[in-house]
T-cell receptor, first 112, second 114 residues
Framework: DGGITQSPKYLFRKEGQNVTLSCEQNLNHDAMYWYRQDPGQGLRLIYYSQIVNDFQKGDIAEGYSVSREKKESFPLTVTSAQKNPTAFYLC???????????FGAGSRLTVL | AQSVTQLDSQVPVFEEAPVELRCNYSSSVSVYLFWYVQYPNQGLQLLLKYLSGSTLVKGINGFEAEFNKSQTSFHLRKPSVHISDTAEYFCAVSERDSSYKLIFGSGTRLLVRP
């Protein structure tokens, strides 16, 4: 079955460490997105990419970085510059011209 | 700039009762509107969407929503809820000429009690 795979599902990190969250899709979707979810705040867009080797900052990109070397993959790195990284991170994708997002199951990052 | 307001952070309701989850949006251009549902520790899945045409939209699991342009609202309704409907519900909006960028509301937790 086609879908989006996010890994790891749970991740613990010490302060000052970078961590990379994986997002892989086999839907042949062109666009991919990373959202951050905090309780009571809904989802906020971190980065998005509409084609390979191109990506744009979302509303809260500071302290994060991404790459899009392959159509199927859109990893997110949470750097030590992100002041409050503990959150639930969701990856999503959509086909060209479509307007409905398909979401992965999410990765929960906890900074100790 | 677009924004989405979900007025209720939590809605408790008894099983088999009707429910309405409210959503209002702000935008200076034509929009697409969506409702997504999220079960605990999972991603979001689409309930229904309004793109054009009939303002009453039917979705999965017996949910429906009505687009009201004059009131800039897109409220979600279900005539009779089940325990399994307990989840977080998100309203979202995108502009028609930049439909790749969704703006989400803060979510409403629907708590169905027996």
């Amino acid at each position: 079955d086609g879908g989006i795979t996010q890994s790891p599902k749970y991740l613990f990190r010490k302060e000052g460490q970078n961590v990379t969250l994986s997002c892989e899709q086999n839907l042949n979707h062109d666009a991919m997105y990373w959202y951050r979810q905090d309780p009571g705040q809904g989802l906020r867009l971190i980065y998005y990419s509409q084609i390979v080797n191109d990506f744009q900052k979302g509303d809260i990109a500071e302290g994060y970085s991404v790459s899009r070397e392959k159509k199927e993959s859109f990893p997110l790195t949470v750097t030590s510059a992100q002041k409050n990284p503990t959150a639930f991170y969701l990856c999503a994708s959509t086909a060209r011209g479509a307007n409905v997002l398909t979401f992965g199951a999410g990765s929960r990052l906890t900074v100790l | 700039a677009q924004s989405v307001t979900q007025l209720d952070s939590q809605v408790p309701v008894f099983e088999e009762a009707p429910v309405e989850l409210r959503c209002n949006y702000s935008s200076s251009v034509s929009v697409y509107l969506f409702w997504y549902v999220q079960y605990p520790n999972q991603g979001l899945q689409l309930l229904l969407k309004y793109l054009s045409g009939s303002t009453l939209v039917k979705g999965i699991n017996g949910f429906e929503a009505e687009f009201n342009k004059s009131q800039t609202s897109f409220h979600l309704r279900k005539p009779s809820v089940h325990i399994s409907d307990t989840a977080e519900y998100f309203c979202a909006v995108s502009e028609r000429d930049s439909s790749y960028k969704l703006i989400f509301g803060s979510g409403t937790r629907l708590l169905v009690r027996p």
